[in-house]
């Protein structure tokens, strides 16, 4: 078992640019939970979150953040809904805060270099469920876009047995993520749908969404007891 403390990152247009969100790291948590086999793998499932600091978005729109068109956006969630117009304007979500986490968990196999003695160094694969989510305070009323797909967290790891069971543990992840799906919640709209609809949309206004989305990293410390 395992608990880790960090800070998280992200790399991609929308998300770190100075033009988008421009998004600094911020505090990361995660775990970990499985069982090794003759001190060269382990086997478990493992989750982490995180906080990102958008630093570009007072007085923009939402969809600005994005490079989406907020008319060819609400045109083709219309006609995916099957009405003729949509009872939200996205034209006032005029922001005044915003608040940006990410999540993945899933199983994930570790791999261990050094299997005896009181140094520790391991690599890592996973296939994890991704999201990514910005809830926006907006003049237009409370706004949350959320991005979901899966993962696969690559890390690197490098510890000390200060005690038999006990290992002090730093830690380092690249998460890229291929994303699925988005949704929006809003007073006014609850909508779920493919990413390819928001990505016409994008295409429209000249932003490669799908491409743009971000991949994740993090440095963490951890403490890992084994029983």
């Known amino acids: 078992m395992e608990g880790k403390i960090g800070a998280l990152g992200c790399l991609g247009r929308h998300c770190r640019d100075t033009a988008n969100h421009n998004s600094s790291p911020g505090l ?23 906080q990102l600091r958008p630093q570009a978005f007072s007085g923009r729109n939402v969809l600005d953040l994005y490079s989406l068109d907020a008319n060819a956006l609400a045109s083709s969630i219309a006609a995916e809904m099957g009405v003729p117009s949509l009872p939200l304007d996205f ?29 520790s160094a391991y690599v890592g694969l996973g296939a994890h469920y991704q999201l990514w989510r910005n809830a926006y305070d907006t003049l237009g009323g409370d706004f949350r876009l959320s991005f979901h797909g899966v993962s696969i967290p690559a890390s690197a790891g490098v510890g000390y047995y200060v005690l038999r069971r006990l290992n002090l543990n730093a830690e380092f992840t690249y998460d890229y ?11 006014d709209l609850d909508f779920v749908t493919p990413l390819l609809l928001v990505e016409e949309a994008a295409l429209e206004a ?4 799908k491409k743009d989305l971000p991949s994740f990293w993090s440095l963490v410390l951890s403490a890992r007891v084994r029983f």
């Open 28 to 50: 990361a948590l995660g775990g970990f939970f499985g069982f090794n086999i003759l001190g060269f793998v382990d086997l478990g499932l493992e989750g982490a979150w995180g």
């Open 177 to 187: 993520a291929a994303w699925l799906a988005a949704s929006i919640r809003h007073p």
């Open 206 to 209: 000249g932003s490669d969404l």
């Open 91 to 119: 034209n006032t979500l005029t922001i005044g805060d915003v608040k940006s986490t990410a999540v993945h968990a899933g199983p994930t196999v570790r791999v261990h270099l050094i299997p005896r003695g009181r140094l």
